[in-house]
Structure formats: C-alpha cells, structure tokens
C-alpha cells in the first residue's frame, strides 16, 4: 500500500517545531507505518530530486528533526516493540518506540537498556541514535552507541541495507573508520540513511539503586566534589550530575516543602548501584563527605519510586527552560541550549569563565545543570527578543572558543543539527569536514537526506 504525503497545512504545522525554539514549515508529510512505505518514500524522492528530513518525536534543541525543505518524514508510528531476547540480552525495536517504553520492557525480564536521556518518556530510539543520545548514567554506561547492536537502513535511493556490529577484539583490515559501518549511522543526524530497525543490547537490571542529592553553598565548592567523586576509590556512582541556585529553585517548585535546604546556592545528585548492603554503600559517601564540611544532609532517594521523584525533578529542570523560551518566539526569542564539554578536571575552569563572558556581555546568566561528571554541563539562556538572541549566541560562541582551547568539544549529547552547524568549524579542520562531505556524497550523492543538518 502506498504512503500518503499530506499537503495540508494544519497537517504540516503539526510537525513544524521541536524543542530548539525553531519553526521550519515542511513542504510535504509523510507518515509511513511500514520498512516499505518508508522504502517507497524514499525511491519517488530520489526520481523527483526532493529533500526527505526524519523525524521521531521531535524532541531535538538543534532543529534537526523539522524542515521546511521538501518531505518531513515521521517515524512516529514505527513503533514496534519486540519481545526480549533473554538468551541473547537483546531486543528489535522500530525507530518510533520511545526510549521510557524499550526500558519498561526490557525491565519485564529483568534487563537494562541503558541509555537514559531525561526525555526518555519523549524520545524515539530513532532519535537517540540519530543523535546518539546520552543521559544522566552515561557516565558509567556511555551513549546510546554502545548499546546499538544492528540496523536496519533505508538508504538515500531506496534500497535496504543492514549493518551488524562485529565482535573482533582484532581487525586490521583497511581504514579504522570503515571497519564498523554501523557507526556511520549512529550520531548522524539521518543525514546518510534512514533507520528502520535497530537490535539493541542490554545489561542486567541492577537489584537495587540509591541516589543522594547533596547541597553546598558555592558553584565552585559542587564542581570541585565532582572531581573529588570521580577520583574516589571506594564509591562507583552511575551518574553525577550538577544544578546550579537556579536549577535548584526550579526544582523546588516541584519538590515537596521543606524537602530542599534554605541558602543551598548549588547541588550534586548521584546514584550508586548497591553491590553489599544499603549501610555500607552510604557510610562510604558519608566519609567521602566529611571532608566537604557541608552545612547541609544530603537527601537520600532509596528504592525505585523515590529514583523516579528524583528524576521528575532533574527533567523540570529542561522542561520549565523549555516553556521559558517558547513564551518569547513571538518577539524572536527562543531557549538557547548549550551541551559542550571539557574533560572532567577542567568543568569547575569551563563554567566560570562562561560565568565572566555572560556578565561582561550584559545578559542573565544561564540556569546551569546536567552531567559534570562527564564534564558536561548544560547552559540554558532565554532570549526574549531577536536582538538577545543575537548577543547570546555571540557569547555561547566565545564560550566555546574557550572550551576548545581547554581540549573539550561544542557538542557532546544533542548532536549538531542546523543550530550548531555555525560552530562545527571552530572545532573540525577542513580535512575532517571535507571527508564527512566525501562519505556523505557516497551515500546521498543527490544530497536529499535532511539538508542543512550537520554540513
């Protein structure tokens, strides 16, 4: 059966933002159910030379996932869940399955999928791999692409193509770049094909989990422990993330009265997976503490209900950002996201500086938050008008310069998509661009595939 592609214009509308504050109307919609459908789309773009963009959820802060270039095409109703391999530890999913739903299967039989963006309940698997998403546990488990067994591509001219992850601890044959095609995929952005199917890994679901959310009285005092943390040897936390005072009286609003401290100006949350007993593992974050001299208890998040307060909470964070900026697109404003990331010694350098480049610029500093303990903090400004926006962007782009020359990256989590794209220069050099331009010809040679993402 054919797919349909809807010209209508509430049809388009519906799909014509994501959470980077853009709006790009999409010329076309199409919103297949099947691998053929998609195959189909596919095939009458490539004759009729028309731009395809995928989209999940729309979940993306870089614009990646709309356009207003050609068809958009959601995955949406790809959303095929099948049942675990337990013998394997693996489950096949389609590209429209939302990330908290895999998980909740997975977790059936007693199995992890391990990736976690906080937009979990919100997200597409087909999102976190084109963008190879992370989470708060990436700091022990890593990206989404660790865990990306085996897909299943739609390529730019129709045709079906499958690529599977191999197991050799030994490989030299050719280019280090091309023994894993299956890479090419994951972090691209749907810019070189797109996924139709992906067979995941899992891990073991751990039998029981704490997290702790401790307070300070300074910036710098929080980050300060997150190297501390990351180079203790008797506690192995999952997860570190950072809030700032801002992040904080968000979380407030959410939060049960009195349940955060008074004068508390920054907070570090962290889970660990409990080996011996619950006593043991919190006496050994206890002692870690004493050294601290806090004035504050930490508030300790024990059994699986109270991780999941704590994680409603960290996702108030982004989510009341995100209804701050979409209050002002009217006037040309938009939240400003930020995901760059230094190496982990150097974030407490990293934040003070984008500190001093905000106040010198004359604009409100960001809400801080997010995952320190990779070195990846978030910034989030609100623009209220076209002219903000500008002077904004002029310092996120001189907070990244600074960022590079203390050896980080502009992006470590959301990808590049179109907002970013400016910046994908100061940290590659043409070598590096001109090969992505070269592989990207070889797998698109009409260039069909969401134009304007990454290159």
């Known amino acids: 059966m054919s797919v349909s592609l809807s010209s209508d214009k509430s049809v388009r509308e519906a799909y014509s933002a994501d959470a980077s504050g853009l709006h790009l109307i999409p010329e076309l919609v199409a919103r297949p159910e099947s691998v053929q459908e998609v195959v189909e789309v596919l095939r009458q773009a490539t004759a009729d030379r028309k731009a395809v ?15 207003d270039n050609g068809v958009l095409l959601s995955l949406r109703l790809m959303d095929r869940i099948s049942a675990v391999d337990e013998h394997t530890r693996t489950i096949k999913v389609g590209p429209g399955a939302l990330v908290g739903d895999i998980k909740r299967t997975a977790a059936t039989v007693g199995l992890l999928f391990a990736p976690d963006p906080t937009s979990e309940e919100e997200s597409t698997i087909g999102g976190a791999i084109a963008c190879n998403a992370s989470g708060a546990r990436t700091y022990k488990y890593g990206a989404t692409r660790r865990h990306v067994k085996a897909l299943r591509v739609v390529m730019a001219n129709g045709e079906i193509a499958e690529f599977r992850r191999n197991d050799l601890e030994k490989n030299t044959v050719g280019y280090a770049f091309a023994h894993d095609p299956i890479d090419w995929f994951i972090g691209s952005e749907g810019t070189l094909g797109i996924v139709v199917e992906a067979e995941l890994a899992l891990l073991p679901l751990p039998h029981h989990v704490v997290g702790l959310a401790i307070f300070f009285k300074a910036e710098q005092e929080a980050l300060k422990f997150v190297v501390t943390t990351r180079e203790s040897p008797t506690v192995t936390p999952r997860c570190i993330e950072y809030f700032d005072n801002q992040a904080i009286e968000i979380v407030r609003t959410g939060a049960q009265d009195g349940m955060l401290p008074t004068g508390a100006m920054a907070m570090i949350y962290v889970e660990e997976e409990v080996v011996d007993d619950l006593e043991s593992t919190l006496g050994k974050w206890g002692e870690l503490l004493e050294s601290q001299a806090s004035d504050f208890d930490p508030i300790v998040f024990d059994g699986e209900s109270r991780l999941r307060e704590a994680r409603k909470l960290r996702h108030s964070v982004p989510s009341t950002m995100n209804e701050r900026g979409a209050s002002h697109r009217h006037a040309g404003g938009r939240k400003v996201s930020t995901d760059w990331a230094v190496p982990y010694h150097k974030v407490g350098e990293a934040v003070r500086t984008a500190r001093a480049l ?98």
Not at 53 to 67: D, L, M, P, R, V
Not at 378 to 403: C, D, G, W, Y
């Open 53 to 67: 963009t995928c989209a999940g959820a729309q979940t993306s802060t870089t614009g990646a996932s709309i356009t």
């Open 358 to 455: 905000a106040s010198d610029n004359g604009i409100e500093q960001a809400v801080i938050y997010g995952h320190a303990g990779n070195g990846h903090p978030h910034q989030n400004f609100i623009a209220r008008t076209s002219r903000e926006l500008a002077t904004i962007e002029a310092v996120v782009e001189q907070t990244l310069k600074h960022v590079l020359a203390l050896g980080g990256t502009v992006a470590a989590e959301h990808g590049i998509g179109k907002i970013k794209r400016r910046w994908l220069p100061l940290q590659m050099n043409g070598l590096q661009i001109a090969m992505m331009t070269a592989v990207k010809r070889e797998l698109d040679p009409l260039g069909i595939l969401a134009p304007g993402n990454i290159l």
